[in-house]
């Protein structure tokens, strides 16, 4: 479909764009070491002139301190994670998820095995198993989950 501006899809892209995935929650420090353990971050240096996060965090307005928490990829590659706090809890499903893709390649009991696994080791981190989804033909099996505050995610 074109308009007066031009396409609204398939025009040329003039770079890959960076992108960060943004998480509300009420704990956003704990949140963030949570997923900081599930995919291999880190969290990065403070801010110039701040010897730690804690410092950085107590110069800020008593309102504002604790209100978010960041953990990056150390390899530059993946996405920056953000997590701010927010006054509302978790009430729907979420309309996004993550993917932790733990079983790619795998097929059959040996991804099975491996999803299992990973979740073992992300349920002692604080998360929550909901259900197995085999395969069917179409999609591979997939582990869904909750992190600690209930947000829904996938080990794929």
Known sequence: ????KGPLYGGPMASVKHFQVTFDCAEPERVARFWCE???Y???PP???FATWGDFDRALPPEHQGSAFTCVDPSGV???L???RVPEGKVVKNRLHLDVRVGTGLVGDERVAALEAE????VALGAVRERL???DGVNESCLVMRDIEGNEFCLD
């Not at 479909?1 to 007066?4: A, D, G, S």
Request: charged content about 15%.
């Open 1 to 4: 479909m074109e308009t007066t």
């Open 38 to 40: 599930a995919l291999g």
């Open 42 to 44: 880190v969290v990065p």
């Open 47 to 49: 801010p110039e002139g």
């Open 78 to 80: 993946g996405p920056r």
């Open 82 to 84: 953000f997590f701010q």
């Open 119 to 122: 979740c073992a080791r992300l």
């Open 133 to 135: 989804l085999l395969a």
